[in-house]
C-alpha cells in the first residue's frame, strides 16, 4: 500500500573539484537543527515492505556518539613517517595538534586514539560536540586561515589535500611546523588506512590498530543489518544519486564513481546509478544527466537543499527531476553536511541513520 506524506523542508574522484565548490559557498556545511530528535536506531522502527512505494522526503539526524578514546599502549616518539606525498617527517611533539581536512574525519581520528586534549583547533566539518570549544582556522568556508594557524603555534599539524589555498600549508612547513599529509580519498573501504596513517603520526599506530578492529567490526554489524532490511531483488533496490547543491552560487553537481557517494549508495543496499551511466568524480548535471539516471531516491547534504528552498525549491531549480522516479515521488533523504560523507568512526552510525531514513522513513520524521 502506498503510503503518502507532505514534504518538509529539511532543518564530495576529484578533491580539488570539491575544495573548489566548497570554499566558494561561506559558512556551508556547518550546521544541524539541535532541537531535533536524532533518528532512531534501525532495531527501533519497522521498515516499509517496498521502498519503491514510498513517497515523500525524510531526513537523518546522527544521535549521541561520544569519543571513545583508546588508550591501550603507550606513545612513543619521535615518529617517523613518510607522508602520501612521500615527504620524510619526523614527528618530535604532539601536545599542540591541528587536524584538519574537508570532512572532519582526521580531528575525530585524533580525539579516537586518545589525543583530543592536544587538539588546539578545528576545520569548520570537525561537528562533534568533544571539539566544539576549539577555535576555528577555516574562513569563507573550507580556506585555511595562516594568521589564524600561526596565532595557535601548533607543533603538528594533519591534513590532506582537500583544503586550500595549498600556499597555506607550504607556509607552515617553511616557520618549522611538522606537517604530515594523508591521503584525500575517503570512502568505507579508505577508514582503515586513514586511521593507521593518522595515528602512525602521533606515534600511537598501536591504538590505530584498536581502533581500526572496533570500526571494522561495527561497519560490517552495520551493513549487515541494512542489507537484512533491504529488498532482495535487484528490480526492487532503490536507484539511487547523490546530489551537491549550493543554490546560492548557482552550483549543481553530482557526485559518482570514486567520490566516497558510490561507496555510500552501495552500503545502504542501493543501486549506484552513477556507476551504471559512467558518471566519474564530481561534475556539473545536465538535464540529460538527470533523465538518463533516473534515480529512484536522491541524497543530499541538509544545508544544500536548505539553499535551495527545500524539496519543492530543488525541483524549481532542476525541473528535469521531476521527470524520475525520485521527482514523481519526491523522495529525497537529506542528512547534516558535516556526517553525510565524513568517512571515519562515526560511519557506522552515519550509514544506520541513513538506513532508517530510506527504509523506514516514517519513523526518520
Known amino acids: 500500500m502506498r503510503r503518502s506524506r507532505r514534504s518538509r523542508l529539511p532543518t564530495l574522484g576529484s578533491i580539488a573539484v570539491i575544495t573548489m565548490l566548497l570554499s566558494g559557498c561561506a559558512g556551508a556545511a556547518t550546521t544541524t537543527?539541535?532541537?531535533?530528535?536524532?533518528?532512531?536506531?534501525?532495531?527501533?522502527v519497522t521498515t516499509i515492505s517496498n521502498p519503491l512505494e514510498w513517497e515523500g522526503a525524510s531526513s537523518a539526524r546522527l544521535g549521541s556518539d561520544p569519543v571513545d578514546p583508546v588508550l591501550d599502549g603507550e606513545?612513543?616518539?619521535?615518529?617517523?613517517?613518510?607522508?602520501?606525498?612521500?615527504?620524510?617527517?619526523?614527528v618530535t611533539d604532539t601536545s599542540r595538534i591541528l587536524a584538519l581536512d574537508l570532512y572532519g574525519s582526521l580531528s575525530r581520528i585524533v580525539f579516537e586514539v586518545g589525543l583530543g586534549d592536544n587538539v588546539?583547533?578545528?576545520?569548520i566539518s570537525s561537528g562533534f560536540p568533544e571539539i566544539a570549544d576549539r577555535p576555528l582556522v577555516t574562513q569563507n568556508g573550507h580556506d585555511l586561515n595562516a594568521e589564524a594557524i600561526l596565532e595557535l603555534a601548533p607543533t603538528l599539524i594533519i591534513t590532506d589535500?582537500?583544503?586550500g589555498p595549498w600556499d597555506v600549508i607550504l607556509q607552515?612547513?617553511?616557520?618549522?611546523?611538522?606537517?604530515?599529509?594523508?591521503d584525500s580519498k575517503r570512502s568505507i573501504d579508505t577508514i582503515s588506512s586513514l586511521v593507521a596513517q593518522v595515528s602512525a603520526s602521533v606515534g600511537v599506530p598501536q591504538r590505530g590498530e584498536v581502533l581500526n578492529t572496533r570500526i571494522t567490526a561495527a561497519v560490517q554489524e552495520t551493513t549487515a543489518a541494512i542489507a537484512a532490511v533491504t529488498p532482495a531483488a535487484a528490480a526492487d533496490k532503490l536507484r539511487m544519486i547523490f546530489l551537491y547543491v549550493r543554490g546560492q552560487a548557482g552550483v549543481y553537481y553530482?557526485?559518482?564513481?570514486?567520490?566516497?557517494?558510490?561507496?555510500?549508495?552501495?552500503?545502504?543496499?542501493?543501486?549506484?546509478?552513477?556507476?551504471?551511466?559512467?558518471?566519474?568524480g564530481m561534475r556539473p548535471i545536465t538535464d540529460e544527466g538527470i533523465i538518463a539516471a533516473a534515480p529512484d531516491l536522491i541524497l543530499m547534504m541538509t544545508d544544500g537543499l536548505e539553499s535551495v528552498g527545500g524539496v519543492d525549491g530543488l525541483f524549481e531549480h532542476l525541473p528535469a527531476l521531476e521527470q524520475t522516479p525520485a521527482g514523481e515521488h519526491r523522495r529525497i533523504v537529506d542528512m547534516a553536511d558535516t556526517e553525510i560523507l565524513s568517512f571515519g568512526p562515526a560511519t557506522p552510525l552515519t550509514l544506520e541513520a541513513l538506513a532508517v531514513a530510506i527504509y523506514a522513513p516514517e519513523d526518520a520524521e
Open 172 to 182: 607552515m612547513r617553511d616557520a618549522g611546523i611538522s606537517v604530515v599529509v594523508v
Open 33 to 44: 537543527d539541535d532541537n531535533a530528535e536524532p533518528t532512531p536506531r534501525l532495531s527501533e
Open 254 to 280: 553530482m557526485f559518482g564513481e570514486g567520490s566516497g557517494a558510490d561507496d555510500l549508495v552501495t552500503s545502504l543496499g542501493g543501486i549506484d546509478v552513477s556507476s551504471e551511466i559512467g558518471w566519474a
Open 75 to 90: 606513545q612513543v616518539l619521535p615518529a617517523s613517517v613518510t607522508d602520501t606525498q612521500g615527504t620524510a617527517v619526523t
Open 161 to 163: 589535500s582537500s583544503l
Open 120 to 123: 588546539i583547533g578545528r576545520d
